[in-house]
């Protein structure tokens, strides 16, 4: 009988033992996993800053490199615009071109005042394609449904007449 008695107090010792150790090692798991998971959102936190501060290296590197482009062009601010507009129309593929560039009042280089028809791809190629790549600050966008597609009209100015 004294066996019996010595065994269940050993066995409630290590039920006690066991408990108190396993209790403290899933309080330290949980802690664990808050500190985890804080890093986690701290980590994809600064990603997303990370991520727009690119974008915004990367715009505006692209304005310089368009700016830059606009300026070494041969001949005059006029002229590099007209060249600069019929290459955008060519490029996305539209028809029915009119194109009026005139020298703009500062601080705008110069004025361009374009209409075309075309299909909806080309009429948002040539949208995106004077802001993006040929230094063109849109002043209006007006779309007008065709039968056949879209008819556009965009007027915009290049900027860098202030002398």
């Not at 361009?112 to 004077?130: E, F, I, K, N, Y």
């Not at 993006?132 to 007006?142: D, M, N, Y």
Request: aromatic letters at 2%; zero cysteines.
């Amino acid at each position: 009988m004294k066996t019996r008695i010595v065994a269940l107090l050993l066995l409630a010792a290590a039920a006690l033992l066991h408990l108190g150790f396993t209790r403290q090692e899933r309080a330290a798991a949980a802690a664990a996993q808050d500190t985890y998971r804080r890093a986690r959102e701290a980590r994809r936190g600064v990603t997303q800053r990370l991520a727009a501060a690119e974008r915004g290296a990367t715009a505006r590197e692209r304005l310089r490199a368009v700016l830059a482009g606009a300026q070494a062009g041969p001949g005059d601010d006029v002229a590099r615009l007209r060249r600069d507009a019929i290459a955008a129309a060519n490029g996305a593929g539209v028809s029915g071109v009119r194109l009026e560039v005139a020298r703009g009042r500062p601080p705008a280089a110069a004025s361009l005042a374009l209409s075309a028809h075309g299909s909806l791809p080309a009429v948002t190629a040539l949208a995106r394609d004077l802001p993006l790549r040929r230094a063109v600050v849109l002043e209006s966008a007006r779309l007008e449904a065709l039968d056949e597609g879209l008819a556009v009209e965009l007027r915009g100015v290049r900027p860098g007449g202030g002398s």
